[in-house]
């Protein structure tokens, strides 16, 4: 055994040799049913630097598919660092090439990985990916299922076979448009019988919460503010099947690039998010690969950290670690709810706030940080008032232990405004019953209301912020406008149809 020096300190550090003899992680003996999942955290500086390192990851997966049973190699994003560079994809290539034909791999695409490095470009900037990682790279695996857009694997699906049961591995592109969620959506409707997967570049953040635009490096940072964050991505997609069982993604460099959560989902599923992203460590990395062993039987995830390149582990608490795979069912054992509120206008902590749900509420301290004793392992509805504001709150997931099961609130405030006015036809008369929905302000939320006899409408309050409002009624052709509102106002909007 020898050390490895941390940013937390010194963590010990086991060889190869002792984790596949007396000293394995993992308690034995190995379950029949269990398998392996390998993660490669961004590998954007061995492409550009140390691509022997890139290699050395990838031919240690080779070498031991078999005694670790290795059924799936995802990339987290960031392939390359820049782009651009013909290099960087050919070294990436070589060492993704090592892996061809002896298992199943599937690549997400990272926000380094736009030509010009440039996200906002979307489609017509991934000419370089799509040459090295696009469709093409897949055609004649079976498990490889399709993409979204046509053509390209800015989002794309796999169906891997272990054991006889099928998983379902989405793919899909950094800071996911809503396009791609609707088109993720129609996957998981037509796949409830698999476990599901998904992997994407950026979803957890460094403190256990989801990432989101108060955050650094968030969608925003990349000219991509108006798609989804991981936090949105929860919301509009995730949360919503019975299936999803795990979240995987990298991107975050704050902290020491891991973290992770557990949240219910709508259909009480349990889902683990889990970031792993080492790119701020010496030599881009180390080397170091999330290597998961999902035993359905035992209903657990035992997660490592192994470099091939050191042979070495690092055993710290946010590095080895082990989850339920599926809800291991309500605890009679007390729990608690906790998190923290910000103000979405300006991203500070939002101090006296009271957050609640059915059984106990809490006054937000000056940080914005709140604790509720709670049942564990729930998920319950919860609210977050203060005067003459607005809040997201929406459910959170109470937890036995806020280290070991960590799965903190956000929940974001913001002062109101109205939009109010007028539907009228082109000759002046009212369009009775029109349809006008208001989507975005600084809680990025949707509201939809009516016309009424005479015309008329109004939000009612709604978050500061930019809207986009879309009008529709029957016989007229459909509209949208954007509209900003502000603190305390009632904006006028009157709309003519067509």
């Not at 082990?322 to 605890?331: A, C, L, Q, W």
């Not at 939000?459 to 305390?488: K, M, R």
């Amino acid at each position: 055994m020898f050390k490895k020096f941390s940013r937390f300190g010194v963590v010990a550090v086991l060889s190869m040799a002792g984790w596949l003899g007396a000293q394995t992680p993992t308690p034995s003996p190995t379950p029949a049913d269990e398998f392996t999942i390998v993660a490669l955290p961004d590998t954007q500086f061995y492409s550009s630097l140390n691509p022997q390192i890139f290699a050395a990851q990838t031919q240690w997966i080779a070498d031991h598919i078999q005694d670790q049973n290795i059924q799936l190699v995802v990339g987290l994003g960031d392939i390359v660092d820049s782009g651009g560079d013909l290099t960087q994809w050919q070294n990436a290539d070589s060492a993704v090439r090592l892996l061809s034909g002896k298992v199943p791999y599937m690549m997400a695409i990272g926000n380094h990985d736009y030509d010009q490095n440039n996200p906002a470009g979307r489609t017509a900037s991934t000419k370089n990916f799509n040459s090295f990682f696009g469709p093409a790279r897949y055609t004649g695996a079976a498990w490889y299922k399709g993409s979204f857009p046509a053509g390209s694997n800015e989002n794309f699906y796999g169906v891997v076979t272990v054991n006889g049961r099928n998983y379902l591995i989405i793919v899909l592109e950094f800071a996911a448009q809503d396009s791609s969620l609707a088109w993720a959506d129609g996957i998981l409707k037509a796949n409830q019988d698999k476990d599901a997967i998904i992997v994407t570049h950026m979803f957890t953040y460094m403190d256990n919460t989801r990432i989101s635009g108060c955050d650094l490096n968030s969608a925003a940072s990349f000219g991509v503010g108006q798609d989804n964050n991981g936090e949105d991505m929860w919301w509009k997609l995730v949360r919503k099947y019975p299936n999803i069982h795990l979240v995987l993604s990298g991107h975050v460099v704050q902290g020491d690039g891991t973290g992770r959560r557990m949240d219910l989902g709508v259909n009480g599923n349990l889902v683990n998010q889990i970031l792993s992203d080492y790119q701020s460590d010496p030599l881009g990395g180390s080397g170091y690969l999330r290597i998961m062993r999902i035993s359905p039987s035992l209903n657990r995830v035992s997660v490592t950290s192994y470099s091939p390149y050191l042979d070495s582990f690092m055993t710290d608490d946010h590095n080895q670690f082990t989850v339920p795979y599926h809800n291991p069912g309500v605890s009679t054992a007390p729990g608690t709810i906790s998190g923290k509120a910000k103000n979405a206008i300006d991203c500070s902590a939002a101090a006296g706030v009271t957050v609640a749900y059915s059984g106990g509420s809490a006054v937000t301290d000056v940080n914005g940080n709140f604790t509720i004793p709670a049942g564990a392992r729930k998920s319950l509805a919860i609210t977050a008032s203060k005067p003459r504001w607005l809040s997201d709150a929406r459910t959170g997931t109470s937890t036995l232990n806020a280290v070991t099961e960590p799965s903190p609130t956000k929940i974001f405030v913001s002062t109101a405004g109205q939009i109010s006015g007028h539907v009228l036809n082109s000759g002046g008369a009212p369009v009775a019953g029109a349809t006008l929905t208001f989507t975005g302000g600084k809680l990025r939320l949707s509201k939809t209301v009516t016309a009424d006899g005479a015309g008329v409408f109004s939000s009612s309050w709604i978050s500061v912020g930019s809207y986009t409002v879309t009008v529709a009624a029957p016989g007229f052709a459909g509209l949208s406008t954007t509209v900003t509102v502000n603190t305390g106002l009632t904006t006028a909007l009157n709309v003519t149809m067509k």
